[in-house]
Each structure stands twice: as C-alpha cells, then as structure tokens.
C-alpha cells in the first residue's frame, strides 16, 4: 500500500500562496490537495480555477483536486486545463458519475469519487474498476480544523476488502480531521493517502509534521 500526505491547501496562507506552496514542494508530501468549495453543494466558498494557477506554478507535485460542487461534469475538463493531476468528485453532487470520469479520464488526468460521510461504500461498488481513487470523509465536507469521525474506519476497512478482493489498483484517501495522532491507525486500516489541513499549516514546523505523519 502506498503512504501518502497530501496537504491541504485550504488552510495555507491564501496571502502568501506562492510561499506556502513551495514550502510544501521542498517537504516530503508527495500530492498537493486543492479543495474547490461552491457554496451549493457545502456552505462554504473556497476558490476556482485562477487559484490553481500560482499553485501549479509553484510546483511540479502531483495535484489532488477535490471538488466540493454541484455538477462536476460541467466543470471537470478545466481543472485538468488548469494543471490537476486527478480530478474528485462528489458521488451525491451528480447523477452523471460515469460521464464526469470519462470527462477527467479523455482529458488526461485520474479520477476519483468522494463520499460524505453519511453515504455507504457500497454505492460505489459498481464504478470501482473505472476509477483510481476513492476519497473517504472523516468529516463532513465544507471547513477545515474540524474533528475525525470514527465512523470513517469501518468505511476504510470495507472499502480496503472492496478493492483488494477485486485487485483493483484504486487507491483509497481519507480527508478530515487527520493529524500525527491518527495517521497510523489510518494507514493501518487501509488508507493509502491522507489528507491534512490544519494538522500541517497549524503546525510550528509544518516540515517536520509531515515528516512525522510520514513515520508513524
Ligand atoms: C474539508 C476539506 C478538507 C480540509 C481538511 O471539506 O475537504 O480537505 O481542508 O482540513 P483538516 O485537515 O484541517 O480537517
Ligand atoms: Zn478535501
């Protein structure tokens, strides 16, 4: 399984994007997690394409966008445009899942599907094979600094059977609430990537917190 960290941008310095994002490009994290929020489909308002600009120009890591909007379809093909290297979609913001892939996949970037943490893992068990990632919420999706839902384990756990009794390659993120604190059980449950906000940009070396959730 792989054990990636994937900062959160949401809780980086939006004043000094540039900075924070180089920062992040000098650490150990190997993905960059760019939630895009629409008002509509959270109650929150994040950031669009013209964000994801600085952020690409600051780094050639991989870029994990996270989509928190209503009809992603329409809207997929220009975050890949804009330099994602996946593309996450909400399964409960569409009635056009199979579409939306195929729309990240023709335009050249991964695709994966994220669920809040009411919906089952098994309404994905039929788009499984078609997608690289699924992302598990371990909070409700909206806000960072907010606290791990336990409730996300026994997801993991599920999905991790899931996938491995299908030999699929889909990787599995979790997003929320992750710290140094929970990062191992998280791994160990199954959790190939994790997701970290506050943890990371609240930290007084967010470096070595990286480092550290790298080593647990
Ligand atoms: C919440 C976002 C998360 C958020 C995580 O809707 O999807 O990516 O930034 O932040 P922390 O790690 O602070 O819970
Ligand atoms: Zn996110």
């Not at 059977?161 to 030999?167: C, K």
């Not at 992750?178 to 998280?186: D, Q, T, Y």
Request: hydrophobic share 50%; with cysteine; aromatic share 6%.
């Amino acid at each position: 399984m792989a054990r990636i960290i994937a900062p959160s941008m949401l809780s980086a310095d939006f004043g000094h994007l540039d900075r924070d994002t180089r920062m992040i490009d000098k650490s150990a994290a190997q993905w960059v997690h760019i939630d895009v929020m629409d008002g509509v489909f959270v109650t929150n308002i994040s950031f669009g394409f013209p964000v994801m600009k600085p952020i690409r120009n600051a780094t050639s890591k991989f870029l994990d966008v996270h989509l928190m909007i209503v009809e992603p379809e329409k809207y997929a093909r220009r975050f890949v445009e804009a330099g994602a290297d996946s593309v996450t979609f909400h399964y409960e913001a569409t009635n056009a899942a199979r579409h939306c892939i195929d729309e990240i996949h023709a335009a050249g970037a991964k695709a994966g599907i994220s669920i809040k943490p009411a919906t089952s893992v098994e309404v994905l068990r039929d788009l499984l094979p078609s997608l690289d990632l699924v992302l598990v919420m371990s909070v409700e999706p909206g806000y960072g600094g907010q606290k791990f839902m336990d409730s996300a384990l026994d997801k993991i756990a599920r999905l991790r059977r899931m996938i491995d009794e299908a030999g699929l390659p889909t990787l599995i993120e979790v997003d929320g609430g992750i710290s140094v604190h929970n990062a191992r059980l998280l791994f160990d449950t199954g959790a190939d990537v994790l997701v970290a906000g506050n943890a990371i940009f609240g930290a007084a070396d967010p470096k070595a917190e990286i480092d550290r959730m790298l080593a647990v």
